[in-house]
């Protein structure tokens, strides 16, 4: 397979951009996003069965019930450092190591119904306070010692929109591939 073939199952959506110039309506097509996804993901899953769960969105990807969960521990922390940074001065996050995560027991083994109840109650909880948020809070900052760089919390919420869309695009495509992948 090509670099370019690998490139564009790992980014079905194209990698994450973002323009220079974004306001409060952004942010409420972002937020839109964030408040919309459990109840996207919980459809694109239905009726899914085990064997189906494992199915790989690419070659060395991860399976359609590791995606789930990584949405699960990817958007709690979101939350947290999304709070950290509207009760803090540019707070100096944690990062963590998802590749690693992904290969605990309760990546590989818990059924999605325990990563789908945690989406709805983090993205209801986030939904409510980007809704409170004002464009002076969007401005806020946390610090990413991996990046070695400070992140804008709007930027940050175009991050995590794209990420809903990233994942929701390769558990459409690992579906599509029907396990053509390991």
């Not at 323009?19 to 239905?46: A, C, D, M, R």
């Not at 979101?78 to 190591?97: D, G, H, M, N, S």
């Amino acid at each position: 397979m090509t670099e370019a073939a690998l490139e564009q199952l790992r980014y079905p959506i194209g990698r994450f951009q973002v323009s220079e110039t974004f306001g409060p309506s952004q942010y409420s097509e972002w937020s839109q996003t964030i408040i919309g996804f459990p109840v996207k993901l919980k459809q694109e899953i239905e009726g899914l069965n085990e064997d189906e769960l494992r199915y790989h969105y690419r070659p060395g990807g991860w399976t359609i019930l590791q995606v789930v969960h990584h949405l699960a521990d990817s958007h709690m922390n979101a939350l947290i450092r999304f709070k950290l940074a509207l009760t803090e001065e540019e707070p100096v996050i944690k990062p963590y190591f998802e590749d690693r995560v992904a290969q605990l027991s309760d990546s590989l083994f818990s059924p999605p119904e325990s990563s789908l109840l945690i989406l709805e109650g983090v993205h209801q909880r986030w939904g409510q306070l980007l809704g409170s948020m004002t464009t002076e809070d969007f401005r806020r900052t946390y610090f990413h010692p991996e990046y070695k760089k400070s992140f804008r919390l709007d930027v940050a919420l175009a991050l995590y929109a794209w990420h809903c869309q990233h994942h929701l695009a390769h558990i459409r495509q690992a579906k599509q591939m029907e396990n053509k992948f390991q």
